[in-house]
């Protein structure tokens, strides 16, 4: 059968993310939420554009109520750990658009007041960064919500090499170690093969869609934890 998307498997999710951080806990500095799109799906089971009714088994109020319940207890279960605590949010991407700036909005406000300490940045741009130490994390979803004018693919062709060779020299990021992050292709691809940046695509937490997995194949689910100091980082991939 179909695998399922639905409350249970992402508060499922949520118990795993803080279990595996917890299991390489080690009294870090902080901690670093990175979501790269797509987190909601299609308002009114539509995609940005409009194109395709997506299938649901919520309404919008549901779907709503469920992803600001996970955010949030997200930041509640990882604030225990006594660090401090950031999120990164991308928002401009294919599927849910709007809807991710309103539940991301919505979960913002209520942190502000419930972990007050807490650092939650929105992305509406295309591509954005961070930085953690001296490194800096570009990112994206990978797909727009409009325009679709530089789809990331699973490897950096020409034309994405130089729209973030542009942005690295626009942002002036050239003393960082760069990592370029995107959430769109559902797979999991690390290319340090680049002198400039590394290129790396991650999993959803979500399994693929009905149609993808009865026309394609089933696909991989999970998420990663990354350990980051001056000079390397540690990868850890688990698979839900």
């Not at 909005?105 to 929105?122: F, M, W």
């Not at 954005?128 to 490897?155: A, M, P, Q, R």
């Not at 973030?164 to 370029?180: E, G, M, S, T």
């Not at 689910?221 to 990868?235: M, Y």
Request: hydrophobic share 35%; proline share 2%.
């Amino acid at each position: 059968g179909l695998r399922q998307w639905n409350e249970f498997e992402l508060m499922d999710a949520l118990q795993k993310i803080v279990y595996y951080v917890g299991e390489q806990f080690n009294g870090q500095s902080k901690i670093v939420v990175a979501d790269y799109g797509d987190f909601m799906d299609g308002w009114d089971a539509k995609t940005t554009r409009g194109g395709h009714i997506l299938d649901q088994n919520m309404s919008n109020e549901e779907a709503f109520k469920v992803g600001a319940q996970f955010k949030i207890e997200l930041a509640k279960r990882l604030a225990k750990f006594g660090v401090p605590l950031e999120f990164y949010n991308v928002t401009n991407d294919n599927h849910s658009g709007s809807f991710s700036k309103i539940v991301n909005v919505h979960v913002k406000e209520v942190l502000s007041y419930l972990l007050p300490s807490v650092k939650y940045e929105i992305f509406n741009d295309f591509i954005s960064h961070y930085f953690v130490g001296n490194w800096c994390f570009i990112c994206s979803h990978g797909k727009d919500e409009k325009h679709l004018k530089y789809g990331f693919n699973t490897k950096p062709d020409d034309k994405a090499k130089t729209h973030i060779n542009r942005y690295i020299d626009k942002h002036d990021l050239h003393k960082y170690r760069i990592v370029c992050e995107f959430g769109d292709k559902h797979q999991l691809i690390r290319d340090t093969s680049h002198a400039k940046f590394e290129y790396n695509v991650y999993w959803a937490l979500s399994p693929a869609s009905d149609w993808v997995q009865t026309n394609f194949a089933d696909g991989r689910r999970g998420f990663c934890i990354e350990e980051i100091a001056d000079n390397f980082k540690t990868f850890t991939s688990i698979q839900l």
